[in-house]
């Protein structure tokens, strides 16, 4: 008897991790959702229009990932984080600061891009741990995208 309980603690650790790394992640892709706008609206300079439209397509893609992730969360019954203050004290990624010049918003996205791939290869091997697939073939796909955007924005800096 003693030994089953001990095995259903293990499970909720193991889910509880997984839920508290999904919920990082929903609010690191709403920290980057803001922060994406506002290099949008706020970026200036000779590289302009190109990085105007690539910081609008990557803020809708992390809409799709962030709601994505929450769907998630939903399905294993957990509680996305949905409020601004909590994204804040969850977030491994910080907001604009609103002094980034062109090419410090894309060295710093590419920093936060790092920070999230490395975060959710430790969500993919807990969710591998804890047998769910559905949340590691998804953490998988945004970990390829986000080293995509890496190998990209280092290339746009040369």
Do not use: C
């Not at 650790?13 to 959702?33: C, D, P, R």
């Not at 809409?63 to 929450?70: C, F, G, P, R, S």
């Not at 986000?146 to 280092?154: D, G, N, P, S, T």
């Amino acid at each position: 008897m003693a030994k089953a309980s001990s095995n259903k603690s293990a499970g909720k650790t193991k889910s509880s991790g997984i839920e508290q790394l999904l919920n990082q992640q929903v609010a690191n892709l709403n920290v980057l959702y803001v922060k994406l706008h506002h290099y949008h609206w706020y970026v200036t300079g000779e590289q302009f229009y190109a990085l105007h439209e690539k910081f609008e397509e990557l803020y809708n893609e992390v809409t799709l990932k962030m709601d994505e992730v929450a769907e998630r969360m939903l399905a294993l019954k957990a509680k996305p984080a949905s409020t601004m203050k909590d994204y804040l004290d969850l977030a491994t990624v910080q907001e604009a600061s609103g002094k980034e010049d062109a090419r410090k918003m894309v060295q710093t996205l590419i920093e936060d891009f790092a920070t999230v791939a490395e975060e959710l290869q430790e969500g993919i091997d807990m969710a591998e741990e804890a047998g769910d697939a559905p949340t590691a073939d998804m953490l998988t796909g945004f970990k390829a995208d986000f080293e995509k955007h890496m190998w990209m924005l280092r290339s746009f800096l040369g």
